[in-house]
């Protein structure tokens, strides 16, 4: 496929195309929900969670593969009980590295047996591991676009009392929010969005959707609303620009979109932390507020 | 504070200024967990407006008061009341700055919102900040000296801003009651009095009966009403003069303790647990 400078005429080329469009449709859908969960993810550290509930997904996935049922029910199944067992287990429970890693490495490895006992085992692995944005079909894109809206209809009804439990669970908690049951609800919406962005972007590559924009987004901005806007505004950001740059050079070598995504999103935090860093040594104290300054004595509060 | 006098409280309406009503009684209080009885047959009377310090050791079941007082806890045997009533969750009498881990430096969040949560943290949907809601908020830091604060990152605040952010958020909505768990420690001493002026302030000038935390009495003592000291399985309960004798605390701990008093009125008190109020004096 040529590319031309024209980047309309670009799009309407790529989108001639089904697999395209259906790429784009949910890659879109995934960023929307995965910046939006991201954030919470961010707020109440739950990052490692995330990139646990990825490998749980993986051999939940590769079970379905070998039963002959559609990966993403393998992966809701298993991501969704992994994550109510880690908000049973309360939060600071599920912030708890060696025993989430522990049981991350065997769920990897149950994966391994489920895709060993399937004949057609390299592809199958290498879509769930890395993703297969290209591969969509029409129907994943309805069931994602429908998981999606679940999501964010959830999301929505609990913002507030999400964002004042993640933010300060003690007084949250003595306010009388129920704790338990608003970590539950955010564990399963974090399960059902790590689900569906699977398809796109493959366990191993979670993190640049789902803790990588809105990790961007809060060093930017310090409203809860903003933050969320630009987590999403990257994260759509770094699907459009890795499909485009992937489609664009098929013509070379079919290089992966997974890759140009996790790239994206990459350079981006890393020339805003760059920024923020040139920022506050360059211009005068007062006029930044962006960067924590590491002068001002925290005490372990 | 001058902006002390902005904030109306119209709980207090009614009340005759200088009467004295009880809003906190435990009458054979037991408190603890399944296995353990951390202490047991308190008796004690918290009236309106009264500043009290809450002093012990680590573990000696403090923070677990507080828990019982807003309803999180239950105690083993005994009663308690707050404003007349059992404790019960979610009561907007109760302003409370729990003694927290989950703000650090990561926390990218402005005061303004911070705080505003306090006031619809509890509502459902996603609500657009509305005026009154900001100024709720603006008015909460201000009331704690904090309204140039309201822009800032939490993150970034030093741990004397950081407490009267927290302040500021147990006081938006005009409580009636403060429970301070730990608010002076991690404070340098010059940090832990202006603090103490400021919470002596809110107490005397809107009548919030306050119950504070601490692990040094000497920062409070001049502006205390009452100390409730919990040791030993135990709670003794008066005023600092009464507590706060050598008699008094041998017979709370069950040996030998000694009060010394230094030249500028601070205590320093020996035997027990580890010197307890020694540290800054």
Known sequence: MSFSWNIVTDFRLMWQFEFMRNAFEAGTTIALVAGIIGYFVVLRRSAFATHALGHVGFSGAAGAVLLGVNPVFGLLAFTMSGAAGMAVLGRRAASRDIEIGTVLAFMLGLGLLFLSLYKGFATEAYSILFGEVLGISSASVLFTIEASAVVLVVVVLLYRRLLFASLDEDVAEAKGLPLLALGLVFMVLLAVAISIAVQVIGVLLIFALMVTPAAIAVRLTKSPLGAIAVSVAVAVFSVWLGLFVAFFSASVNPYPPSFFIVTTSFVLYVAVRVAIEVRARFVPRGAVDLHPNPSAGRGSI | ?281
Request: glycine share 10%.
């Open chain 2, 1 to 281: 504070m001058s902006a002390a006098s902005s904030v109306q409280r119209p709980h207090a309406a009614g009340s005759v200024p200088g009467a004295c009503s009880t809003v906190i009684r435990a009458e054979h209080l037991e408190v603890g967990f399944r296995d353990k009885v951390v202490w047991r047959d308190a008796r004690f009377e918290i009236q309106r407006g009264e500043f009290v310090a809450v002093i012990g050791p680590n573990g000696a079941g403090k923070t677990t008061l507080f828990r019982m007082l807003l309803g999180l806890h239950r105690p083993l045997a005994g009663s308690l009341e707050v404003f007349g009533s059992p404790p019960r969750r979610g009561n907007d009498r109760i302003g409370y700055v729990p003694q927290r881990h989950s703000v650090d430096i990561d926390t990218h969040i402005d005061c303004e919102s911070f705080v505003r949560l306090a006031v619809t943290g509890t509502r459902w949907g996603p609500g657009l900040a509305r005026r009154e809601e900001r100024e709720a908020a603006a008015r909460a830091l201000g009331s704690v000296g904090a309204a140039d604060l309201a822009h800032k990152c939490v993150g970034t605040l030093s741990g004397g801003e950081l407490q009267r952010v927290f302040l500021a958020e147990a006081m938006v909505g005009n409580p009636e009651m403060l429970l301070l768990d730990e608010p002076l420690s991690n404070l340098d001493l010059r940090r832990s009095r202006d603090l103490v002026a400021l919470v002596t302030d809110l107490v005397r000038s809107r009548n919030v009966t306050t119950l504070l935390v601490a692990h040094d009495i000497n920062p409070l003592i001049q502006s205390l009403d009452k100390v409730v000291y919990i040791a030993n399985g135990r709670v003794a309960t008066g005023t600092p003069d009464e507590v706060l004798t050598s008699e008094s605390l041998t017979a709370l701990y069950g040996v030998h303790v000694e009060v010394l008093h230094d030249s500028r009125n601070n205590v320093v008190i020996v035997g027990g647990e580890e010197g307890l109020g020694g540290e800054h004096a």
